[in-house]
């Protein structure tokens, strides 16, 4: 065999050896794939509490996790196959919906408030922003049968899975058999959520002391400035305390959402809402239930001359929270440190390949 011979034997054989690696690679989350794909894992970050969900009663698995990360991103979930939670929560805006003011569903439609971003969710203790529900397994529910959303009843979800024969296997994989019941569906989401844990901004790095990700003295002043006068409701390290505050918006004339007061029915909740976590802020545009405000700048103006007065204001806010030019603009360059790059270009929560 001369030479010419030989270098196209071997360019062929690489090629044939590249084109089996990308084929196998493409399918590492297949039912019996024996690729091994990269591990979901739950870890308590250093400093921080333990979470709220128990973590004990749904023990994470890989079968687990990838079949909720399946689910997360199923849009035959929806009544005209077009919407996934993933479609309203883009991993790139730390899950959030960047953009839109209020999330939209099937058809088109419109909901009435914003979608907040979904991470670090077992440390949660409600979830929407009026904490319509408790359980984080049981909070997928509420999208997939919303009529404006993805309009699709736990009893159609399990009729649909049933029927598809990867989903069996899915399932048998997860759970050791292949029946598929609301319970297990639930179980399956909420290992894919609880692992979306977001912990490595250049402020967690620096509150870590970690070398190379050193504050500029603009962005130390705004840590310093965000600690005394906006941490009681944004508290470290989730920079939430998960309570529901009235922070002086005015109601929105066309939405006329009340807050709360809708789960609870005590006139003392009119206006209040989950404070939510500003990780990954800057991301996540724009900003409010109603998504009203495009920008942290416009955020940082209504809370220092923009409260409206009423019974339920929460008591911190009665003189508002004044902020001078400079100290606004050091508070913005602290809250873009917030940004956990590393979470949002994690692939290990990305839609899967072949879905």
Same mark, same amino acid.
């Given at each position: 065999?001369? $030479?010419k011979?030989?270098?196209?034997?071997?360019?062929?054989v690489?090629?044939?050896?590249?084109?089996l690696?990308?084929?196998?690679?493409?399918?590492?989350?297949?039912?019996?794939?024996d690729?091994?794909?990269?591990?979901?894992?739950?870890?308590?970050?250093p400093?921080?509490?333990?979470p709220?969900?128990?973590l +004990?009663g749904?023990?994470?698995?890989? %079968?687990?996790?990838?079949?909720?990360r399946?689910?997360?991103y199923?849009?035959?979930?929806?009544?005209?196959?077009?919407i996934?939670c993933a479609?309203?929560h883009? /991993?790139?805006?730390?899950?959030s919906?960047?953009?839109?003011?209020?999330?939209?569903g099937?058809?088109g439609?419109?909901g009435?408030?914003?979608?907040?971003?979904?991470?670090?969710?077992a440390?949660k203790?409600?979830?929407f922003w009026d904490?319509?529900?408790?359980s984080l397994e049981?909070?997928?529910i509420h999208?997939?049968e919303?009529?404006?959303?993805?309009?699709f009843?736990m009893?159609d979800?399990?009729?649909?899975l049933?029927g598809d !024969? +990867?989903?069996? @296997?899915r399932?048998?994989?997860?759970f050791?058999?292949?029946?598929?019941?609301?319970d297990?569906?639930n179980? %399956?989401? !909420?290992?894919?959520?609880?692992t979306?844990?977001? =912990?490595?901004s250049?402020?967690?790095?620096?509150?870590?002391?970690?070398?190379?990700?050193?504050y @500029?003295?603009?962005?130390?002043q705004?840590? %310093?400035?965000f600690? /005394?006068?906006?941490a009681?409701?944004?508290a470290?390290?989730?920079?939430t305390?998960?309570s529901f505050r009235?922070?002086?918006?005015?109601m929105?004339s066309g939405?006329?959402?009340?807050? $709360?007061?809708?789960?609870t029915?005590l006139a003392?909740? $009119?206006?209040?809402f989950?404070?939510?976590?500003?990780r990954?802020? %800057?991301?996540s545009?724009?900003?409010?239930?109603d998504g009203?405000?495009?920008?942290?700048?416009?955020?940082?103006?209504h809370?220092n001359?923009g409260?409206?007065?009423?019974? @339920?204001?929460d008591?911190?806010?009665?003189?508002?929270?004044?902020?001078s030019?400079?100290e606004? =603009?050091?508070?913005? +360059?602290?809250?873009?440190?917030l940004?956990?790059?590393?979470?949002?270009?994690?692939?290990l929560?990305?839609?899967?390949?072949?879905?």
């Amino acid at each position: 065999m001369n $030479r010419k011979h030989t270098t196209v034997l071997v360019l062929a054989v690489l090629l044939t050896f590249l084109w089996l690696v990308s084929c196998r690679k493409d399918k590492n989350d297949e039912p019996g794939s024996d690729v091994v794909p990269a591990q979901a894992t739950f870890t308590v970050p250093p400093g921080w509490p333990q979470p709220t969900y128990n973590l +004990a009663g749904n023990p994470l698995t890989q %079968a687990g996790f990838q079949l909720g990360r399946r689910l997360f991103y199923e849009t035959r979930l929806s009544r005209d196959g077009t919407i996934s939670c993933a479609s309203c929560h883009s /991993q790139f805006s730390g899950f959030s919906h960047l953009d839109h003011a209020l999330s939209h569903g099937i058809y088109g439609l419109f909901g009435t408030r914003n979608a907040p971003g979904i991470f670090n969710m077992a440390w949660k203790t409600s979830f929407f922003w009026d904490g319509l529900e408790t359980s984080l397994e049981k909070q997928p529910i509420h999208p997939i049968e919303n009529p404006v959303e993805m309009d699709f009843k736990m009893a159609d979800v399990i009729t649909f899975l049933s029927g598809d !024969a +990867a989903y069996r @296997t899915r399932f048998h994989d997860a759970f050791g058999d292949e029946s598929i019941t609301e319970d297990r569906v639930n179980k %399956a989401f !909420a290992q894919f959520m609880s692992t979306l844990v977001s =912990s490595n901004s250049r402020y967690d790095k620096h509150v870590r002391g970690e070398a190379g990700d050193d504050y @500029t003295d603009r962005e130390r002043q705004g840590l %310093a400035i965000f600690r /005394q006068k906006c941490a009681t409701c944004h508290a470290e390290p989730l920079f939430t305390d998960n309570s529901f505050r009235n922070n002086g918006l005015k109601m929105n004339s066309g939405l006329q959402d009340s807050g $709360r007061i809708g789960v609870t029915k005590l006139a003392t909740d $009119r206006m209040k809402f989950m404070v939510p976590s500003l990780r990954n802020v %800057a991301l996540s545009r724009p900003y409010m239930h109603d998504g009203r405000f495009t920008t942290l700048e416009a955020v940082l103006e209504h809370y220092n001359s923009g409260i409206v007065p009423s019974t @339920t204001l929460d008591t911190l806010l009665t003189k508002g929270i004044p902020l001078s030019t400079d100290e606004k =603009s050091a508070l913005v +360059a602290f809250l873009k440190t917030l940004s956990d790059t590393i979470f949002t270009k994690d692939t290990l929560f990305s839609q899967p390949k072949n879905q």
